[in-house]
């Protein structure tokens, strides 16, 4: 009997330390990808293209920012790096490759983990404003719509004739694990306000 007890609590101080070291390192993912959102937030906004609309020389690579992604609603807000990889994801929210710039005519693919940058999306609503700050310049889209897809549903990426930002994070929001599912959300641009 006292074998059993004493494995027993052998068992449950490992399995303390085992949650401890999860949470720990849970937490240092957070604070470094908040650190990193925090620097690039500052590096970006010092090269937005200046009043007269000239896009400042901009090298684009694979992990560099090429912009911030705003839903006020919601309290989003992320940048965008180049690139779609775990290493780009793990730290920010990722411009689909092969998928049109925000701003440009096309659909614009913006993905991001449901646990970290785009954890809010979960609130999103037909009709709310996402901001896309780039290089050159700031575009505002609607939201049209949204829907969950299996992760083969390659098609919301598809090219289209108007300007389209399709956001993709995985779903259910809560799962543990590897999600089953898309979530996506579907915006159209919308025309540029006049200034004041």
């Known amino acids: 009997m006292r074998y059993i007890r004493d494995a027993l609590r052998t068992s449950e101080c490992l399995l303390a330390v085992g949650g401890i070291l999860l949470l720990a390192l849970s937490i240092a993912g957070l604070v470094r990808a908040n650190i990193y959102q925090f620097i690039e937030r500052r590096q970006f906004a010092g090269s937005i293209a200046p009043e007269d609309g000239r ?42 490759p092969g998928t049109a710039f925000p701003g ?5 693919g913006i993905s991001g983990h449901r646990d970290t940058v785009f954890r809010a999306l979960r609130l999103i ?32 990426l598809f090219p289209t004739k108007s ?11 809560y799962f543990m694990g590897p999600a089953p599912q898309r979530f996506i959300v579907r915006a159209e641009r919308v025309a540029d306000r006049p200034e004041k």
């Open 55 to 96: 896009a400042p020389a901009f090298r684009l690579t694979v992990g560099s920012a090429i912009g911030t992604i705003e839903i006020p609603r919601i309290s989003l807000s992320a940048i965008v790096v180049e690139g779609d990889g775990d290493k780009q994801l793990e730290l920010a929210a990722g411009h689909v």
């Open 163 to 173: 300007e389209v930002l399709t956001l993709v994070t995985c779903y259910p929001f």
């Open 104 to 108: 440009e005519p096309g659909n614009s």
């Open 125 to 156: 609503r037909k009709n709310d404003e996402i901001s896309v700050t780039t290089h050159r310049g700031e575009f505002t889209y609607r939201v049209t719509s949204t829907q969950i897809v299996h992760p083969g549903a390659i098609h919301v």
